[in-house]
């Protein structure tokens, strides 16, 4: 689809706190998902990532959870650090074709 | 392991001129690259993706005269911004796989175009 100029929406949580980071996704057949995280002038980091055939799935301080029904991913980052202060974006992938991008939200993480 | 490196990682050139933007797999031979352009405080859009040998497929809406991508190896690809204009000006980001189509795709660290 077409980029429309956003204002990126932010979340900000105190150090230490657990976050959440929420993303819709469009094509409800879509399979396989990933969570980025961008840090200012830098390429896209992989966090997490997801195939459709699970709900939930454990990183180091992160988890996805996936919920088919609303096309909603979640990222849920424990005891947040200043280090955790970037974008993050989900992308969604079916079956192998190219990703599509969220519009990524801002976190950031106050002392 | 997985490494992308770009190159540059940040060019300002006068308007009407090409810039030329590399991108490498160091450590993994990338059957599949892909380009992307991300204008500030947005997403990241696919601009084309690049199979070793064979010519790029552009997404809808991107000039393929105007982006010319070249994969001419397994570790390398080009991305020439042909006749470049200030609204060019974008942060242009590659990744590569090791495997046909988009999955485990490894993400560069972008280039800064700058037109003037």
């Known amino acids: 689809g077409e980029s429309v100029g956003l204002h990126l929406p932010t979340l900000s949580v105190q150090e230490g706190d657990n976050s959440i980071i929420n993303c819709a996704y469009s094509?409800?057949?879509?399979?396989?998902f990933i969570w980025y995280k961008q840090e200012s002038g830098k390429g896209p980091q992989f966090i997490i990532d997801?195939?459709?055939?699970?709900d939930k799935r454990q990183g180091q301080r992160v988890t996805v959870l996936l919920n088919k029904t609303v096309k909603h991913l979640s990222l849920q980052i424990a005891a947040t650090q200043p280090g955790d202060s970037a974008v993050y974006f989900c992308?969604?992938?079916?079956?192998?074709?190219?990703?599509?991008f969220g519009p990524g939200t801002r976190l950031s993480v106050l002392p | 392991g997985a490494v992308v490196s770009q190159h540059p990682s940040w060019v300002i050139c006068k308007s009407g001129t090409s810039v030329k933007i590399e991108c490498r797999s160091l450590?993994?031979?990338?059957?599949?690259m892909f380009w992307y352009r991300q204008f500030p405080k947005q997403s990241l859009m696919l601009m084309a993706t690049?199979?070793?040998?064979?010519?790029?497929?552009?997404e809808q809406g991107v000039e393929k005269d105007k982006f010319l991508i070249n994969h001419a190896s397994l570790t390398l690809s080009t991305l020439t911004v042909t006749s470049a204009h200030p609204e060019d000006s974008s942060f242009y980001i590659c990744?590569?796989?090791?495997?046909?189509?988009?999955?485990?795709?490894?993400f560069g660290p972008g280039t800064r175009l700058t037109v003037l």
């Open positions: 990744s590569a796989s090791p495997l046909a189509g988009a999955s485990g795709q490894f």
């Open positions: 992308a969604e992938n079916l079956y192998g074709q190219n990703f599509v």
């Open positions: 997801i195939r459709s055939n699970m």
């Open positions: 450590d993994f031979q990338a059957t599949t």
């Open positions: 690049s199979n070793e040998g064979s010519k790029a497929t552009y």
């Open positions: 094509n409800s057949a879509s399979d396989y």
